[in-house]
């Protein structure tokens, strides 16, 4: 469920940073636990990458 969470954030930004989507996939999240989240975040762009659902542009993330 998070991961689809993830792609449908980045297809509505369409360009975002690891932050910017932290902020929307984990809304209302305790600002304590965000490093937790953004770490999560991260992992899941990366296997979206790899199954080339997702690319980065230097910060940026985009759905492909």
Same mark, same amino acid.
Do not use: M, N, P, T
């Given at each position: 469920? =998070? &991961?689809?969470? !993830?792609? &449908? #954030?980045? @297809?509505?930004?369409? #360009?975002? $940073? *690891?932050?910017? /989507? *932290?902020? *929307? !996939?984990? @809304? $209302?999240?305790? *600002?304590?636990?965000?490093?937790? #989240?953004?770490?999560?975040? /991260?992992?899941? /762009?990366?296997?979206?990458? =790899? &199954?080339? @659902?997702? @690319?980065?542009?230097?910060? =940026?993330?985009?759905?492909?």
């Amino acid at each position: 469920r =998070r &991961e689809a969470l !993830v792609l &449908e #954030a980045l @297809r509505a930004a369409g #360009a975002a $940073g *690891v932050d910017e /989507l *932290v902020a *929307v !996939v984990y @809304r $209302g999240l305790a *600002v304590e636990l965000q490093r937790f #989240a953004r770490l999560s975040l /991260l992992a899941h /762009l990366i296997k979206l990458q =790899r &199954e080339g @659902r997702a @690319r980065r542009d230097d910060d =940026r993330w985009h759905a492909a």
